[in-house]
């Protein structure tokens, strides 16, 4: 990943907030000759590595054994930014188009675990954890599901640990543009539904 200083994310608390507020991850693996994309939900564990799981029938589970290198992207939201929002157009009309945008690439390997308790667990614990953040108390568990269907459909999934060796962040929210410019950009992402590139782009003012 291109990485200008200005725009390299370090801090942990952001970067864990971008794997939570959107922990579907494009999983990238090579094998003979070819890069293999699956796009996963990912879940932090207490010791720092990640679980998944994937369908049984996916060729991902025979592709790839345990200890394959892989790349997880996570992708925040996004918006094109026009050169209308910087103030500073009217004074020698020098600006482009440009892109806001935050990333997380984690490096890693990948561990299979195909236990059945493995696979209860992983599930569970991400079924919770997005049925709490989209109904409250009130969402969907597991235990709603008639055991026999559950259990069938639990056989037909493989987990994994996603074993993190190195993580390299990107927040792209407008850093090298003047402060003018920047907090225009800041409001233009409140008017077009940005809300999570605008909060975002506050944080780095408020450092």
Known sequence: MYLPPQFKEDEENEIRDIIDQFPLATLVCYSEGAFVANHIPFLRSSDGAYTGHIAKANPFFELYPDGTNAIAIFNSDYSYISPNWYPTKAQNHRQVPRWNYQV??????????????????????????????TFGSKGWRMSDAPKEYLEQMIAKIVTFKFIVKKVTAKSKLSQNREEKDFDSVTLAMDKIGKPVLANAMRKIKDK
């Not at 890693?108 to 079924?127: C, D, P, Q, Y």
């Open 104 to 133: 997380v690439h984690l490096h890693g390997h990948i561990e299979f675990e195909n236990s059945k308790k493995a696979r209860m667990a992983v599930v569970g614990k991400l079924t919770k954890k997005c049925e709490k953040l």
